[in-house]
């Protein structure tokens, strides 16, 4: 079946344009991940959503990155004002359930961003 | 707070011969602990995860990896490498707030 995707797949901004970086999850997945990673790094977590409520926000690095998940399907993992600190692959992972730390995480292809 | 660390950035190894990934964590409790696999344009695909029980845990494409909570280790394994098993390789704790904490990743390159 599908896996999670994410578009675009490749994006370059100009330093102060807003991006807006979208994630397909597996469908009818519960939970919902937004993870950087940044070059030569491995992936940090930005934040986590159960359907459309966003239970934890503590990895967004900044006021400038914003997560949505409206309907709990489709989420967005928006950036307003970027910066050249802001260049990174962003993974979304989905999972089935909300049963916790046991539940796998399927992660997405990533979206590079190159900010100039 | 928790942290994962892979002492080893990059390993290269003979296709044949065996592997072994160091990962450490550093928490007060035993975290859940997971190795996932990256190839280039690819997704992060999850090798095994450990949870509880035996510590020695199987997983797919012939890896296995042991717990160990005196050393505070979950070293990966195989006993026999492929070229197809050039990839990186992250080694993941998860102390149950469902965010996952990653180290820094391995590369693995394998020689003909």
């Known amino acids: 079946g599908a896996g999670v995707s994410q578009s675009p797949r490749y994006k370059v901004a100009k330093r102060g344009q807003d991006v807006a970086l979208r994630c397909d999850p597996i469908?009818?997945?519960?939970?919902l991940f937004w993870y950087q990673q940044a070059l030569g790094q491995g992936p940090e977590f930005l934040t986590y959503f159960q359907n459309e409520a966003q239970l934890d926000k503590s990895g967004l690095p900044s006021d400038r990155f914003f997560a949505e998940r409206p309907e709990g399907s489709v989420s967005t993992l928006k950036i307003q004002r970027t910066q050249q600190e802001d260049s990174a692959v962003y993974l979304c992972?989905?999972?089935?359930?909300?049963?916790?730390?046991?539940?796998?995480?399927?992660f997405g292809p990533g979206t590079r961003l190159t900010v100039l | 707070a928790q942290s994962v660390t892979q002492p080893d950035i990059h390993i290269t190894v003979s296709e044949g011969a065996s592997l072994e990934l160091r990962c450490n964590y550093s928490y007060g409790a035993t975290p859940y602990l997971f190795w996932y696999v990256q190839s280039p344009g690819q997704g992060l695909q999850l090798l095994l995860k450990y949870f509880s029980g035996d510590t020695l845990v199987q997983g797919i494409k012939g890896f296995e990896a042991e717990f160990k909570r005196s050393q505070s280790s979950f070293n990966l394994r195989k006993p026999s490498v492929h070229w197809s098993d050039a990839a990186e390789y992250f080694c993941a704790s998860d102390t149950g707030r469902r965010a996952l904490t990653f180290g820094s990743g391995t590369r693995l390159q394998v020689q003909p």
């Open positions: 992972a989905s999972s089935p359930r909300t049963s916790g730390p046991t539940d796998t995480q399927y």
């Open positions: 469908s009818g997945h519960v939970s």
